[in-house]
């Protein structure tokens, strides 16, 4: 049996890197890398900064955790778009809404994905007068949906609304808002 020198010397210098790797990876984790769990997918979602930011034009935008998930999801069409969430399993997903674009013409509408899924929480809000008036709206038992109208109920160009999923069929939601005119709760039982 003959032995090709080149070979042999390439797995050699293949073996090296691999195990410099390894170990590498071992020092990092604190452990084996087998011992990793996630996913090729997982990692990369982590990992990738280049789309950090959504833009969101469509009437329509559905969130996926794999699409959106700890990514500020930008609410530009001002006529309004319908969001619907993915249903909560408690994976403890974040889904981060600002609002590019003010509302008009129509509403930002956040909504859960079936009839058992609800939202706990809060959000702040302020005149758009600029004159210091704040306020605080509480969602009820069976919050289920965030609307954002471009005036009463909020919808201006800055706000934010945050999500988390917590629990199967329960979400947490936070957010500060800028209102207008006679103010509203954005939130209500529609699904």
């Not at 452990?31 to 990692?43: C, K, L, P, R, Y």
């Not at 009820?140 to 629990?167: C, E, K, Y």
Request: cysteine-free; aromatic content about 4%; charged content about 15%.
């Amino acid at each position: 049996m003959a032995f090709d020198k080149n070979q042999i010397n390439q797995s050699i210098a293949d073996f090296s890197v691999k195990k410099l790797l390894t170990d590498l990876l071992d020092a990092i984790t604190g452990g084996s890398f087998n011992d990793v769990t996630a996913t090729a997918a997982e990692i990369n979602r982590a990992a990738d900064t280049s789309a950090r930011l959504v833009s969101a034009t469509a009437a329509t935008l559905t969130v996926t955790e794999a699409s959106h998930d700890k990514k500020l999801i930008a609410l530009n069409k001002a006529d309004g778009i319908t969001v619907t969430l993915p249903a909560a399993t408690g994976s403890g997903a974040v889904y981060e809404f600002i609002v590019g674009t003010s509302a008009s013409g129509g509403s930002y509408v956040i909504k859960v994905a079936d009839a058992t899924d609800v939202m706990d929480g809060m959000v702040h809000t302020a005149d758009d007068t600029g004159t210091p008036v704040t306020g605080v709206w509480v969602t009820t038992p069976t919050t289920d949906t965030i609307t954002l109208n471009g005036g009463s109920q909020g919808g201006l160009i800055g706000d934010t609304i945050r999500l988390v999923d917590i629990a199967t069929d329960q979400w947490v939601v936070h957010g500060v808002l800028k209102q207008s005119g006679t103010e509203a709760t954005p939130f209500s039982a529609t699904v």
